[in-house]
């Protein structure tokens, strides 16, 4: 399951739930009702991360640790503070080394006194052993999926569906498995009265790679596309990967692509993270990018989150 680091402030308080992770915490159906007629759901969400072991390393003329610190102080200080933050794989610099994720926990300090729950999951550049021994507490107790780390954040007005395309560390192939398709189809059968949100690290891949070059997306992605495109309350796919924020429709949900808190591959995209409000009907994404004259600074994509 992917880490879910619960402050202990909020252990009786907060409005979401995480299925089948390190903490589960129920609500009752008053409770619950409650929750989903308060405020809107704010989440933050952020991808490739890139954290390595020493602060001074720096990559494409970045220093990675700065940015994580930098985005992080933006969440905490926002006027509508998150009540969860999602890191969508890479979190590591490359190999998923022990330093590199004692520094990611000493970055994410600020969130557990801000009372912000933590998400992270797999992406290519991480490893699961060191990044348990950073976050021993959250090591979890069983396993959904063998080998792959799964779940299911249930909020008031959609569920978020956390997969692990981690195929193997430091190789850029990405890779689902037909264990994990088979559990995200039968969660989503299982929540289909409520929308439904799909992450995972890796960009799908629709066409097979030329002979003899790797598969630098999912390499099931036919069969990935094959469960979301026939159940009508999955409104989204997010991933990351590309370090390229995009977005697209593909039939009744849309694709979009979350930026890199760490460097680019290409100038003209942004760096930063995706502040996502979630209330009855919709979910707003609003692009925050670290450059603020950057053009694409403040752009927004509504995701329509109407009942089936």
């Known amino acids: 399951m992917p880490i879910h680091k619960i402050p202990q402030s909020r252990r009786r308080f907060l409005q979401t739930t995480v299925v089948g992770g390190g903490a589960a915490l129920l609500m009752s159906s008053t409770q619950r009702l409650a929750a989903a007629e308060a405020d809107p759901t704010v989440i933050a969400l952020l991808s490739d991360t890139h954290i ?42 490359l190999k998923g080394l022990p330093g590199d994720y004692q520094n990611l926990v000493s970055c994410l300090a600020p969130l557990d006194r801000a009372e912000i729950s933590l998400h992270l999951t797999m992406g290519n550049h991480d490893d699961r052993q060191p990044l348990y021994d950073a976050l021993s507490d959250q090591r979890p107790v069983d396993s959904q999926v063998t080998a792959k780390h799964v779940s299911v954040i249930e909020t008031p007005h959609a569920n978020f569906f956390l997969l692990d395309s981690l195929f193997r560390v430091n190789v850029v192939t990405g890779e ?23 992450m ?33 309350h999955v409104k989204a796919y997010l991933y990351g990967h590309s370090h390229h924020w995009n977005h697209s429709q593909r039939g009744h949900f849309q694709m979009i692509n979350l930026p890199p808190v760490a460097y680019v591959f290409n100038d003209k995209s942004p760096n930063g993270w995706v502040e996502a409000v979630l209330t009855p009907g919709e979910m707003r994404l609003e692009l925050q990018t670290l450059d603020p004259k950057h053009p694409l600074s403040g752009e927004v994509v509504t995701v329509a989150l109407n009942r089936v």
């Open 52 to 93: 390595p072991n020493s602060p001074d390393v720096e990559a494409r003329g970045i220093n990675m640790t700065e940015n994580l610190q930098r985005v992080i102080g933006e969440v905490v200080d926002r006027k509508t503070r998150p009540s969860d933050l999602i890191i969508n794989g890479d979190c590591a610099y």
């Open 176 to 198: 689902i498995g037909a264990a994990q398709i088979q559990w995200l189809a039968k969660q989503l059968d299982a929540r289909s009265d409520k929308p439904a949100i799909v």
């Open 200 to 232: 995972t690290h890796h960009t799908p891949q629709f066409t097979a790679p030329a002979e003899g070059k790797p598969w630098s997306g999912i390499s099931d992605t036919a069969a990935l596309m094959a469960v979301l495109d026939s159940r009508k």
